[in-house]
């Protein structure tokens, strides 16, 4: 078995979920677990202080801070560790050096080297193996020691208190970027019991700094540094800084990463400031080169990709307050790109949405876009065995996908005052008439792929490979695509979901998954 099948056992290992399950109810329980797990793998706790960690949380815009902090030291000359999630298309990607994700072979030969340490001292520890998300925070943690980094920038993946990336003592500087409601049933149905969890990262005397937050958000983030004892700072807007390069421009499109990219300014700011003699690095100016912020990636975030007559706007929203801005961008960003197309535009939404999220206030939102079809799939990239084991995910099934899928179509009907068509089946929608300029018409496909064949009607060559499998549909259902096979050009919005983006990120961009 290779090391990725290996690692999706991890999914649904029985004692693993029985674990979770135990600890919920006593979340202290869960750095515990944490901190033995390492210790089996072979790691001690204080050897992680030798990373000299950035450490960021945050509802909205956590893994866009990092990316600019990691982006900033690198070009600092730096050698940078980078450890996020989820991953897109590869899980490699969660785990970057110098910007980059570790190699196949790199994986594998840390992979099987802490896998093989946890494993033979599981019958000792009552069977018990990490779960997915604990072992690789294990494992990237393995790898950036084992590579010699000289800084790590360490995201959060669920809250902050009680996540196990928490297990760091002694990170050189924290940040929060912007809260909201998400994750409600492990972090709490209201935002300043978010705002606590998130507050669990500050360290006593380790400076934090937090974006302007929502009402509720901001006073318990500060009782929550005054009990730790933990300095804490609101970073200025992105228009206060006067750099020596003149404005600063950013990688990332979008409004809400202008205080992403100040918080990691910030962060940059005072790990150089400890790095460095006072004075040396980074004192009171910002010598930064004016396309350091600029040059910045985060794929599958406010990202374009024109492929020809069809452009594709990506963006892994899947909270109300990032759904807002997500269609913020892509009504300012498709809207520009109108203006230069050379005829009739058709804008299709693609959209899925996973876990607890609310799919219908987010599907509200997006009607405002005006687009004149919707599309819902499941997070399965194709519907065939050989779909990349990366992107599996063996803790839902596929009828509860699919089941979400109609649910989400019959919403966005019901708030295009379509009506609820109960005889919608998967590849079959015989139509209500249609809105003027078409607009508000739904489908249902069982996978990405055949989603994005549809929407693109052989127009986007990179989906026209005949390597690619191709779903045969009913007649009904190609003749409902007129509309996209005489429009001048095709835009498509795909959101709701990081996992989405990522498998139609696989499709459309063949290279992120060499």
Known sequence: MDAICTL???????????????????????????????????????????????????????????????????????????YSSPHLVQVRERIRINGQPIGKDLFTKYFWQVYGRLDETKDAHGGTMPAYFRFLTILAFHVFLQEKVDLAVIEVGIGGAYDCTNIIRRPWVCGISSLGIDHTQILGDTIEKIAWQKGGIFKPGVPGFTVRQPEGAMPVLKERAKEIGCPLWVCPQLEDYQPDCGPL???????????????????????????????????????????????????????????????????????????????????????QHERSASGAVARVLLFNATGERDSAAMLKLLVTCHFDFAVFCPNITEAIASCNADQQNFNVSVENMLTRCLDNERSWRLHNRLGDDKGTQLLIQDSLPRLPEHRGDTLVFPCILSALQWITQGRDSVLADPAKTTLAVKQSVTAKAAPLREAAEIHVLITGSLHLVGGALKHLDPASSK
């Open 8 to 82: 999706n056992t991890l999914q649904t290992n029985a004692s693993a979920l029985e674990q979770v399950r135990r600890e919920r109810s006593n979340p202290q329980l869960q750095l515990n677990a944490m901190r033995a797990f390492l210790e089996r793998a072979g790691l001690a706790v204080d050897e992680l202080d030798h990373l000299n960690i950035i450490h960021v949380t945050g509802t909205k815009g956590k893994g866009s801070t990092c990316a600019f902090t990691e982006q900033i030291l690198r070009n600092y000359g730096f050698r940078t560790g980078f």
């Open 249 to 335: 421009h950013l990688g990332l499109a979008g409004q809400h990463q202008r205080s992403n990219a100040s918080l990691a300014l910030q962060l940059s700011h005072t790990w150089l400031q400890r790095r460095c003699l006072p004075g040396s690095c980074w004192d009171s100016q910002l010598p930064l080169q004016p396309d350091w912020l600029a040059d910045a990636q985060w794929p599958g975030r406010t990202q374009t990709l024109k492929h020809g007559e069809v452009t594709y706007f990506l963006d892994g929203a899947h909270t109300m307050r990032s759904m807002q801005a997500c269609v913020q961008w892509f009504r300012e960003t498709a809207a």
